[in-house]
């Protein structure tokens, strides 16, 4: 009895390696996806980055440019901050725990894409589209100018509604609007490149994902059965 014990739970242990195995497996896979996809994206970006630029040159209006520079300057992060402070305040005030935790989720993915973001800018020195240079990318510089990789408006923006998404895709779906159009007034205005805006949001999906599997997502422990 005791060696068909042994034998049965050898099959047990097995076949929960293998399935363990087989998560991770897929788990890899996916993530390769991923990261192929996203060199794909971020290579188009570049080699968009003028053609992009020479289309909204050739397409300026004044309302536009009044109603982009308007986008371009409520989007910044201090916004999206105070926001997230008043949803979070509102949701402890109304006891749900759950959306306390994902609005303060938010304000945490925002701070990382933003930190994030502000050692990428100065250490790459890349000079903004209207900055008349011949070099393009420049050592790391402290000035504001050369403070054009990657965009920090919506590198914020798009971790602060990653964040919302993952929690509730509904709702963060109806709000992807926002960041959109934070990326496109960035560019408008002459402030960034097609590839500033597109590496700002990668990153700020990336920030957002680290938040919510260590803030929301996180397994607790799990209790033996009696």
């Known amino acids: 009895m ?20 087989f998560v991770k497996g897929k788990s890899v896979f996916y993530w390769l996806i991923g990261i192929v996809m996203a060199a794909i994206v971020i290579g188009a970006a570049f080699h968009f ?3 992009m630029q020479n289309f909204i040159a050739q397409h300026q209006d004044r309302l536009a440019n009044k109603v982009m520079h308007k986008i371009s300057h409520f989007g910044d992060w201090p916004a999206h901050f105070a926001l997230g402070l008043v949803l979070a305040g509102i949701a402890w005030w109304r006891g749900s725990k759950k959306w306390t935790r994902v609005f303060l989720a938010m304000l945490i993915a925002l701070a990382l894409a933003g930190v994030a973001g502000h050692v990428i ?10 900055v008349k240079l011949e070099e393009v990318w420049n050592a790391p510089h402290l000035g504001s100018k050369f403070h054009a990789f990657p965009s920090g ?9 990653a964040v919302l998404f993952f929690a509730n895709w509904r709702i963060g779906l109806a709000c992807l609007p926002i960041p959109l159009a934070i990326g496109l007034s960035r560019m408008y205005v002459g402030a960034h490149y097609l590839s500033d805006v597109v ?13 919510t599997h260590f803030l929301l997502f996180r397994p607790g422990p799990k209790r033996r059965a009696k």
């Open 121 to 130: 800018k100065r250490a790459t020195g890349r000079a903004r589209p209207f």
């Open 153 to 161: 408006h919506v590198g914020a923006s798009s971790a602060f509604f």
């Open 49 to 51: 980055d003028y053609t």
């Open 199 to 211: 590496c700002a949001a990668l990153l700020g999906v990336l920030s957002a994902f680290v938040v």
């Open 2 to 21: 005791r060696i068909a014990e042994f034998k049965c739970a050898l099959k047990i242990a097995s076949g929960k390696s293998d399935g363990n195995l």
